[in-house]
T-cell receptor
Framework: EPEVTQTPSHQVTQMGQEVILRCVPISNHLYFYWYRQILGQKVEFLVSFYNNEISEKSEIFDDQFSVERPDGSNFTLKIRSTKLEDSAMYFC??????????????FGPGTRLTVL | KNEVEQSPQNLTAQEGEFITINCSYSVGISALHWLQQHPGGGIVSLFMLSSGKKKHGRLIATINIQEKHSSLHITASHPRDSAVYICAVRLEPGNQFYFGTGTSLTVIP
């Protein structure tokens, strides 16, 4: 069964460093998402991506964040200069095309980011 | 402010019990998702609803658009159902999602 994969599973970085979190969505999916979940808190939407551009982003997704689909398979989230409060689990998700309201999202296993 | 409210926050049930988890929302939506998050953190999509009712095995999800309310029911609960159940809504218009804080379910053998 196709699945969304994410690497690395755990990333430890120093405050101020840049990190890139990688996701490989399901191959025929067209909509891609990043979410984060700070430990003990609810999942929060960061950004949605369709047709090689951001379709929606939340207030959390400020200038420190960027997303890219550098080739036909990867979908990346870059944090330019990490802060302590960026420590969280980051989930990637993808969804098929067609009428987007009626397709379910498939979630990756997450990348746990720890900023020291 | 919480656009999505879930109740209860925590729920303990005996194996075999019928379980109901509720979700209320205050915004216009195009779809509502029920998700299951396992203790290891992984998230699985259970249902995506825009109207009516859906059933997968022992799980049933309903939504009342007028009342802005959805319920997730689990029949004949089992210890392997123990997880956090999360309600998430897709805003209309657009492609942004709001999540509830989740309901932590523990089913005791």
């Amino acid at each position: 069964e196709p699945e969304v994969t994410q690497t690395p599973s755990h990333q430890v970085t120093q405050m101020g460093q840049e990190v890139i979190l990688r996701c490989v969505p399901i191959s025929n999916h067209l909509y891609f998402y990043w979410y984060r979940q700070i430990l003990g808190q609810k999942v929060e939407f960061l950004v949605s991506f369709y047709n090689n551009e951001i379709s929606e982003k939340s207030e959390i997704f400020d200038d420190q964040f960027s997303v890219e689909r550098p080739d036909g398979s990867n979908f990346t989230l870059k944090i330019r200069s990490t802060k302590l409060e960026d420590s969280a689990m980051y989930f990637c998700a993808s969804k098929g095309g067609g009428d987007s309201s009626y397709n379910e999202q498939f979630f990756g296993p997450g990348t746990r980011l720890t900023v020291l | 402010k919480n656009e999505v409210e879930q109740s209860p926050q925590n729920l303990t049930a005996q194996e075999g019990e019928f379980i109901t988890i509720n979700c209320s929302y205050s915004v216009g939506i195009s779809a509502l998702h029920w998700l299951q998050q396992h203790p290891g953190g992984g998230i699985v999509s259970l249902f995506m609803l825009s109207s009516g009712k859906k059933k997968h095995g022992r799980l049933i999800a309903t939504i009342n658009i007028q009342e802005k309310h959805s319920s997730l029911h689990i029949t004949a609960s089992h210890p392997r159902d123990s997880a956090v159940y999360i309600c998430a809504v897709r805003l209309e218009p657009g492609n942004q999602f709001y999540f509830g804080t989740g309901t932590s379910l523990t089913v005791i053998p």
